[in-house]
T-cell receptor, first 113, second 114 residues
Framework: DTAVSQTPKYLVTQMGNDKSIKCEQN?????MYWYKQDSKKFLKIMFS???????INETVPNRFSPKSPDKAHLNLHINSLELGDSAVYFC????????????FGPGTRLTVL | AQKITQTQPGMFVQEKEAVTLDCTYD???????LFWYKQPSSGEMIFLIY??????QNATEGRYSLNFQKARKSANLVISASQLGDSAMYFC???????????FGDGTTLTVKP
């Protein structure tokens, strides 16, 4: 009965590889997000999708490509991984609008060697 | 552009005492939501409390309350009767009406001492 799930939880890979992180929510929310939390714990939004449509695309390298096959899923694909991509990536979901809290997934710790 | 400022990188509090974590925000929008999240050392992000910009009363959720001062653009989190399990990082966040974008502060690490 997990609300927001992410796979994998840990991802260790070499520079230059391509990897994907999957996210699913079973809350019936219409908006999903990807956040990056760096080693200093700063949390920054990367992307936001509302009803499968991209609505927020922050200044993120185009090596990062989100894909939303349906409202319950938002995946993150990263090409040509770099050392600086090492971070914890959180998926979140919410109902749209400014009055609704976001529910976060457990995070995916990505380590690029 | 909106901004959230948390000026206390770290805070200490004695068990069973109350503690206030500061949060100030900057936006020209009139309609927005303010949120607090807790991130324990295990890493998950846990929603604690919410305050809407038009709410006249301060939000409360159990031992958490939000001291909302709109004119000062502050939304401080008050934790009463601190417990050891409250030791964590706390993030203040703001969402505006457009597209639900959330901006997070840099966080405050709270340590509860026995």
């Amino acid at each position: 009965d997990t609300a927001v799930s992410q796979t994998p939880k840990y991802l260790v890979t070499q520079m230059g590889n391509d990897k994907s992180i999957k996210c699913e929510q079973n809350l019936g929310h219409d908006t999903m997000y990807w956040y990056k939390q760096d080693s200093k714990k700063f949390l920054k939004i990367m992307f936001s999708y509302n009803n499968k449509e991209l609505i927020i695309n922050e200044t993120v390298p185009n090596r990062f490509s989100p894909k939303s096959p349906d409202k319950a899923h938002l995946n993150l694909h990263i090409n040509s991984l770099e050392l600086g991509d090492s971070a914890v990536y959180f998926c979140a979901s919410s109902l749209g609008g400014q009055y609704n809290e976001q529910f976060f997934g457990p995070g995916t710790r990505l380590t690029v060697l | 552009a909106q901004k959230i400022t948390q000026t206390q990188p770290g805070m200490f509090v004695q068990e069973k005492e109350a503690v206030t974590l500061d949060c100030t925000y900057d936006t020209s929008d009139q309609s927005y939501g303010l949120f607090w999240y807790k991130q324990p050392s295990s890493g998950e992000m846990i929603f604690l409390i919410y305050q809407g910009s038009y709410d006249e009363q301060n939000a409360t959720e159990g031992r958490y309350s939000l001291n909302f001062q709109k004119a000062r653009k502050s939304a401080n989190l008050v934790i009463s009767a601190s417990q050891l399990g409250d030791s964590a990082m706390y993030f203040c966040a703001m969402r505006l009406t457009n597209a639900g974008k959330s901006t997070f502060g840099d966080g405050t690490t709270l340590t509860v001492k026995p």
